[in-house]
């Protein structure tokens, strides 16, 4: 019976990430296609259970606080001056479910540039956010009219040109390794996603 009850919430929580990505093509499985990423960062460096499961609803739910489908556009294309505004929010809607609060402040912190930190900053917070500030930004450079092999270079660059600005260094260096991988770029866009993160987690 537990485990039933576990693919039934797994299944609600990738649907409900799902639909909130609906409201242009040019979002489709953005927060999906996310919460890969962040798995196979939080994969390679053996992060505990409870913290990967933490940082997975946050990345299936990062962008809940951008209420309108243009300001979800907007995001998107970084089109936004401001983020601060769909974080809190989306750090007050996700706090409400008692079970996802540990996920609430990871969304609050996911756009905060690492220069943003305190020297003395640090523990598993700063890195889930930090995991999530790079997997959103992956995410959205992708090209979805380009063959993704044809431009995972392109993002790389970008996103170590990044490194120790915005994202801390060691997260840079967890992403490259496993973005050296072809299998890892196919994956995030297989149609097969859904069941792919289906298998990753399981609540």
């Not at 053996?46 to 990967?52: A, F, Q, S, V």
């Not at 756009?111 to 900053?121: C, G, V």
């Amino acid at each position: 019976m537990y485990q039933s009850l576990s693919v039934s919430l797994s299944n609600l929580l990738l649907s409900l990430s799902d639909a909130l990505d609906l409201a242009s093509p040019a979002l489709s499985l953005h927060q999906m296609r996310t919460a890969l990423i962040a798995w196979e960062i939080c994969k390679a460096t053996n992060l505990p259970h409870d913290l990967t499961e933490q940082l997975f609803i946050a990345a299936l739910f990062h962008d809940v606080g951008a209420l309108a489908p243009e300001d979800k556009i907007s995001l998107h294309q970084n089109e936004v001056g401001d983020v601060e505004p769909h974080c809190i929010l989306g750090e007050a809607f996700i706090s409400q479910v008692l079970m996802f609060e540990p996920s609430a402040k990871i969304v609050r912190w996911h756009h905060k540039p690492w220069q943003e930190y305190e020297q003395t900053s640090g523990g598993p917070l700063t890195f889930q956010s930090q995991v999530l500030y790079l997997a959103d930004s992956v995410e959205r450079l992708i090209q979805r009219s380009k063959y993704i092999l044809h431009q995972r270079q392109e993002i790389i660059s970008t996103i170590c040109g990044w490194s120790s600005k915005l994202i801390h260094p060691e997260v840079v260096d967890i992403f490259r390794s496993i973005a050296a991988r072809e299998d890892f770029w196919l994956d995030l866009v297989s149609p097969r996603l859904y069941s792919l993160l289906l298998k990753c987690f399981a609540i």
